[in-house]
Nanobody
Framework: QRQLVESGGGLVQPGGSLRLSCAARGSGFSIATMGWYRQAPGKQRELVASITSGGNTKYADSVQGRFTISRDNAENTVYLQMNSLKPEDTAVYFC??????????WGQGTQVTVSS
């Protein structure tokens, strides 16, 4: 059974950095598009970044140039390096796995709080 487990969230000051990790358990990671989404209180969940099986990446305009998504297929893990964090980046961050033949899966989420 596939499972996504996020880690790396926490409290950081504005301008700081965090790296989120998402470990995928089960088969199919290498063929899936992996994504990071976030949801702030009272707001809809939004796509932050995604990376295809071929390594093509996409970013939300609000994080372009500050966040970097990457994947390690040997470790079944996707990362989100977040630099120059702002208070408006505060949210619960969710990892997603998506592939046509596998379906869609979500992690449980990890809280990121940017505050002085």
């Amino acid at each position: 059974q596939r499972q996504l487990v996020e880690s790396g969230g926490g409290l950081v000051q504005p301008g700081g950095s965090l790296r989120l990790s998402c470990a995928a358990r089960g088969s199919g990671f290498s063929i899936a598009t992996m994504g990071w989404y976030r949801q702030a209180p009272g707001k809809q969940r939004e796509l932050v970044a995604s990376i295809t099986s071929g390594g093509n990446t996409k970013y939300a305009d609000s994080v372009q140039g500050r966040f970097t998504i990457s994947r390690d297929n040997a470790e079944n893990t996707v990362y989100l390096q977040m630099n120059s964090l702002k208070p408006e980046d505060t949210a619960v961050y969710f990892c997603s796995l998506s592939a046509t033949i596998l379906g869609n899966y979500w992690g449980q989420g990890t809280q990121v709080t940017v505050s002085s």
